[in-house]
């Protein structure tokens, strides 16, 4: 059983930053890949950026690459998402979510999902 809890969103302006903490309870947060997902109004849930149970392997959307930086500190059960110049089209509630060894860009492979951090970015 895993349960995640997401913090740091907020309002940003186009070009600032923000980061997001994906905070996981259970001891074996280390067998689990881990990815952002964001989901804005009236749209699907997308994939934003992956990375696998030991941090060496990550994986971004297109839209997102350069940008953001997606990083975990098993020590601390917590995984980050750094975003960097943030753009109006990145407002969307933020959700991390974790699956068992591996990762995935479909959200369907996800057991595990947080409740979700809201990030607007205002020109």
């Known amino acids: 059983q895993v349960q995640l809890v997401e913090s740091g969103g907020g309002l940003a302006q186009a070009g600032g930053s923000l980061r997001l903490s994906c905070a996981a309870s259970?001891?074996?947060?280390?067998?689990?890949?881990v990815a952002w997902f964001h989901q804005a109004p009236g749209k699907e849930r997308e994939f934003v950026a992956g990375?696998?149970?030991?941090?060496?392997?990550?994986d971004y959307a297109d839209s997102v690459k350069g940008r953001f930086t997606i990083s975990r500190d098993n020590a601390k059960n917590t995984v980050y998402l750094q975003m960097n110049s943030l753009k109006p089209e990145d407002t969307a509630v933020y959700f991390c979510?974790?699956?068992?060894?591996?990762?995935?860009?479909?959200?369907?492979?996800?057991?595990?999902w947080g409740q979700g951090t809201q990030v607007t970015v205002s020109s």
């Open positions: 979510a974790a699956m068992f060894t591996g990762t995935s860009r479909y959200a369907r492979n996800y057991y595990y």
């Open positions: 990375i696998d149970r030991s941090g060496a392997s990550t």
């Open positions: 259970g001891r074996t947060f280390s067998s689990y890949g």
